[in-house]
């Protein structure tokens, strides 16, 4: 697994510098889409913990319980470096259904998952697509905090 060592935001920033332009641009563009989720560094998740043990960059924050009845800190929306591309993943549905997957195609991804895709260069981003999720998800989540909840807990 492809391991970021960062202890916060500006390490994390820094710790590839020939990706750090396109973290700077994305975060740009949240902040003009979503400017109420504020970013954070999320350090990941112990071993033995609830969550994702990636490092990343955060955007807006939320609670989720697992079946043990462990909680974790999430994002709504997370930005993270990979071996050999740039990963957001989105902890919103709509509809029930995992959001990016109705923008399929339309994000200029690298790759699609099931809530989450992937770009090498922010240049190969429909820039516009990417600006309407993002402002989509946090208007989600701003009327239903508990959407990414549901959805995380599977219903």
Request: aromatic fraction near 10%.
């Given at each position: 697994?492809?391991r970021?060592?960062?202890?916060?935001?500006?390490?994390?920033?820094?710790?590839?510098?020939?990706?750090?332009?396109h973290?700077?641009?994305?975060?740009?563009?949240?902040?003009?889409?979503?400017?109420?989720?504020?970013?954070?560094?999320?350090?990941?998740t112990?071993a033995?913990?609830?969550?994702?043990?990636?490092?990343?960059?955060?955007?807006?924050?939320?609670?989720?319980a697992?079946?043990s009845?462990?909680?974790?800190?999430?994002?709504?929306?997370?930005?993270?470096?990979?071996k050999?591309?740039?990963?957001?993943?989105?902890?919103?549905t709509?509809?029930?259904?995992?959001?990016?997957?109705?923008?399929?195609?339309?994000?200029?991804?690298?790759?699609?998952?099931?809530?989450?895709?992937?770009?090498?260069?922010?240049?190969d981003?429909?820039?516009?697509?990417?600006?309407?999720?993002?402002?989509?998800?946090?208007?989600?989540?701003?009327?239903?905090?508990?959407?990414?909840?549901?959805?995380?807990?599977?219903?």
């Open positions: 697994m492809y970021v060592e960062a202890d916060s935001l500006a390490a994390y920033l820094d710790f590839d510098a020939a990706r750090k332009p973290l700077v641009r994305m975060h740009g563009l949240m902040r003009k889409a979503a400017p109420d989720l504020t970013r954070h560094f999320h350090k990941g112990p033995g913990e609830a969550g994702m043990r990636t490092k990343m960059i955060g955007y807006g924050k939320l609670r989720y697992i079946k009845g462990k909680t974790a800190e999430w994002s709504v929306i997370g930005l993270a470096l990979q050999n591309d740039i990963s957001v993943y989105v902890s919103v709509k509809a029930g259904t995992p959001i990016v997957r109705t923008c399929a195609g339309r994000l200029g991804e690298l790759r699609i998952g099931g809530n989450n895709f992937s770009f090498e260069e922010f240049d981003l429909q820039v516009a697509a990417v600006s309407s999720l993002f402002a989509e998800v946090a208007d989600i989540f701003a009327t239903d905090p508990q959407n990414p909840v549901r959805y995380m807990q599977g219903g």
